[in-house]
Every structure is written in structure tokens, then in C-alpha cells.
């Protein structure tokens, strides 16, 4: 099965390669949503492997990844402006040290956290969805969507102290 799972994917890599350029022209960048689409589907090749859809269904993965990585890209780049614009706000307005105190109690606060829910609260804060947390973790995304809500409400708690009417 293992020889039959590494021909196909040396026969499927070239096609894959060449809708990779829907998404981006960077050679880097295909070589790893290649990559990456393998992996993510690995867990199910099985069943797919003599399937006439098999090049769609890699593809649909694929399109899923790049659509993925855009929107954490996104996420993160917004994040970074609002920072940014929080930051020279604040330097105007607030001295560093207050500014310091807020950082290390919201550091401390998810660090009190277990590691498992540090882990997953870290990936939602970095974009990741749900169902993708679940997957990486082995839980359940039922579990993962109640994990996250009942974090919030802790650091929520925690740093109630911050909150600005």
C-alpha cells in the first residue's frame, strides 16, 4: 500500500504543481502547498488513491491551505496595524510602564493556563479555525469550541481589572 501511496504522489505531484500557479507564482511558496496538501491528506489517501477524483479533491485541499494561510496572513497583518496604531496611542497618552504591567499580567494570566489550553488558545489567537485545532490536537471540535469559550471567560476574569466601559 505504502508503494502504491509514494506512485501516486510522485505521479500526482506535477499536476498539483501546475495548480499551484492559481494560487501563486512564488516557486517556494507551490513547493510547500504541495507539500502541505500531501500531508493534510495523507490520513485519507486510502481511500482515494484509485479514485477518478483524486486530483480534485487534492486540489480542493490545496485551495483550502492557500485560503487558510491568507486569511492568518490577513488576520495577522490587521492585527499588527491595530497594534501599531494602539502602541502610538498609547505612547502619547500612557507611560511605559503601566503599559508594561498590562503586558505582563495578560503573559502571566495565559501562562497560569494549562499547556494544553495554552496551546489551543494560541492557535485560535494566531487565526487557526476550529475544526483545524481539533485536528492538530486529536479532540473533538465540540470540545476545542468550549475549551476556547471557557479560556476567554477565565482571562476575561483574570484581567476584568482592564476592561474600559
Do not use: C
Not at 505521479?11 to 516557486?27: C, G, M, Q, S, Y
Not at 513547493?31 to 486510502?46: A, G, N, P, Y
Not at 481511500?47 to 483550502?64: A, G
Not at 495565559?110 to 494544553?116: D, F, G, Q
Amino acid at each position: 500500500m505504502k508503494s502504491q501511496i509514494n506512485a501516486s504522489i510522485e505521479e500526482n505531484t506535477v499536476i498539483l504543481k501546475r495548480l499551484a500557479n492559481n494560487f501563486t507564482t512564488d516557486p517556494v511558496e507551490k513547493e510547500d502547498l504541495v507539500q502541505e496538501t500531501f500531508i493534510r491528506s495523507l490520513k485519507s489517501f486510502e481511500k482515494f488513491i484509485n479514485h477518478p477524483k483524486l486530483v480534485s479533491w487534492l486540489y480542493v485541499i490545496m485551495k483550502n491551505i492557500y485560503l487558510n494561510r491568507y486569511r492568518r496572513l490577513n488576520i495577522h497583518r490587521t492585527a499588527e496595524k491595530e497594534i501599531t496604531y494602539r502602541q502610538s496611542l498609547n505612547s502619547a497618552t500612557n507611560n511605559k510602564a503601566e503599559t508594561n504591567f498590562v503586558l505582563k499580567d495578560i503573559e502571566d494570566s495565559m501562562k497560569a493556563l494549562s499547556k494544553e489550553n495554552y496551546e489551543i488558545f494560541s492557535m485560535y489567537l494566531e487565526g487557526f479555525k476550529y475544526h483545524e485545532i481539533a485536528t492538530q490536537m486529536s479532540i473533538k471540535e465540540g470540545t476545542i469550541k468550549t475549551r476556547i469559550h471557557t479560556i476567554k471567560k477565565v482571562l476575561q476574569k483574570k484581567l476584568n481589572v482592564y476592561a474600559r466601559n
